[in-house]
């Protein structure tokens, strides 16, 4: 059972444009949710996190919105910047617990 | 250095034998984590460390798999009797504490191959 999801295998987004990543979460527990960059070869670094008492969390270009009645959570990286071309994972915990789960990842490509 | 230390970076094996992937954790990190990423896959949770509990085992795919952190640092996780399934990226991360506002804090990895 897939309890964050992120639908979106790739994205392609033009340079200066609005990246927008989606994430979709099942289970109701979550009350902390982060977002990494992947590139190849490296381990995944944090970016943004959110915690389940702000529906808004912003950070130089990026800005990590939470819906949680729609259990929902976006990642939009204005502008987008070649270097920006990685995957990016979502991943949720609660206080209850310690594990993060973690999204199957979306690759984003900004073109020159 | 300031981050999570893995190695090997690379580690290529015949089936049948035993690998050791190793993980040095940021300095005064308490909590420490192993994850997957297969081909095409997500992170995979494996195992937990927090201080001196026990370990929180899992996620741990069989009883091939087995971790150990001594000292309430550096860790180590071994695979008995590699199978190609086994094949992935092993990824370890640290975090100040457990849960809640911690963000974890990856290493680079160790892409083991079952050959």
């Known amino acids: 059972d897939q309890q964050v999801k992120q639908n979106s295998p790739s994205l392609s987004v033009q340079e200066g444009r609005i990246s927008i990543l989606n994430c979709d979460y099942t289970?109701?527990?979550?009350?902390?949710f982060l977002w990494y960059k992947k590139y190849p070869a490296e381990g995944p670094t944090f970016l943004i996190s959110?915690?389940?008492?702000?529906d808004k969390n912003e950070d130089g270009r990026f800005t990590v919105f939470l819906n949680k009645s729609a259990k929902h959570l976006s990642l939009h990286i204005v502008p987008s910047q070649p270097g920006d071309s990685a995957v990016y994972f979502c991943?949720?915990?609660?206080?209850?617990?310690?594990?993060?789960?973690f999204g199957t990842g979306t690759r984003l490509k900004v073109l020159a | 250095g300031a981050g999570v230390s893995q190695s090997p970076s690379n580690k290529v094996t015949e089936k049948g034998k035993d690998v050791e992937l190793r993980c040095d954790p940021i300095?005064?990190?308490?909590?420490l984590y192993w994850y997957r990423q297969s081909l095409g896959q997500g992170l995979e949770f494996l195992i937990y460390?927090?201080?001196?509990?026990?370990?929180?085992k899992s996620g741990l795919p069989s009883d091939r798999f087995s971790a150990e952190r001594t000292g309430g640092s550096v860790s180590t996780l071994t695979i008995q009797r590699t199978q190609q399934e086994d094949s992935a990226v092993y990824l370890c991360?640290?975090?100040?504490?457990?849960?809640?506002?911690?963000?974890?804090?990856f290493g680079n990895g160790t892409r083991l191959t079952v050959t």
């Open positions: 991943a949720a915990s609660h206080s209850g617990t310690y594990k993060y789960i």
């Open positions: 289970n109701s527990m979550f009350d902390y």
């Open positions: 959110i915690s389940s008492i702000k």
């Open positions: 300095s005064g990190h308490t909590a």
């Open positions: 460390f927090q201080g001196n509990s026990a370990p929180d």
């Open positions: 991360a640290s975090s100040l504490v457990h849960g809640g506002d911690s963000p974890l804090h």
